[in-house]
């Protein structure tokens, strides 16, 4: 249950670029994918490489994905810019 409430999270936050330029490296879909994978490791990170199960998932859980896939959106954007320079270069 504590992934689900991770992944949920994620993609909650991963609706919000939309707002954003689109720099991510592969779009939209780059996005997504950063704010799945880590929400993912950084909640497993928090948890001692550990998945809280039902019992043990609070709305603390869920809000543990939220850093986690707010740095792989940001890591998307990050390779994203790179390979944009690296090809114009």
Known sequence: MGMLAWVMAGLAVWHFTVWLPDRSY???V???VGALLGAIIFG???NGFSIPGQSETTLLTALEGIPG???GIGAMVL???WSEKALHS
């Open 69 to 71: 896939s707010l740095l």
């Open 79 to 81: 390779i994203g810019l």
């Open 44 to 46: 497993l990170i928090v």
């Open 26 to 28: 592969g779009g939209i």
């Open 30 to 32: 780059g996005a997504f």
